[in-house]
């Protein structure tokens, strides 16, 4: 059964920082590459960060030299340290699959926002303000 859990969140002034953790079940982690999406109210969820099974990288532009995401598939979990953060990093962050053409898309500095899935996660809410 699919199983995604995120944690980490929670409220930061703006330049600091924050680690969200994703565990997910082994069905899931083993075979995929995977991502953290972002989504705020009114807005489509957007893709920012995505590792993949061999540990190659890709990010938005808008959080490019501010964000890392790594994985470690012995556990199952997916981590994203988050640093310098402003306020337009609210949100609320999930876990999931990224297809292999959003890659790409992360690559060309293209921004993703119409991956969808059935299942999602309960997410973790980040608030930046002072």
């Known amino acids: 059964q699919v199983q995604l859990v995120e944690s980490g969140g929670g409220l930061v002034q703006p330049g600091g920082s924050l680690r969200l953790s994703c565990a997910g079940s082994d069905d899931i982690f083993s075979i995929n590459d995977m991502g953290w999406y972002r989504q705020t109210p009114g807005k489509q969820r957007e893709l920012v960060a995505a590792v993949t099974r061999g540990d190659n990288t890709y990010y938005a532009e808008s959080v490019k030299g501010r964000f890392t995401v790594s994985r470690d598939n012995a556990k199952n979990t997916m981590y994203l340290q988050m640093n310098s953060l402003k306020p337009e990093d609210t949100a609320d962050y999930y876990c999931?699959?990224?297809?292999?053409?959003?890659?790409?898309?992360?690559?060309?500095?293209?921004?993703?926002?119409?991956?969808?899935?059935?299942?999602w996660g309960q997410g973790t809410q980040v608030t930046v303000s002072s």
């Open positions: 999931n699959v990224v297809p292999p053409i959003a890659l790409g898309r992360l690559e060309a500095g293209i921004p993703v926002t119409n991956v969808e899935y059935d299942y």
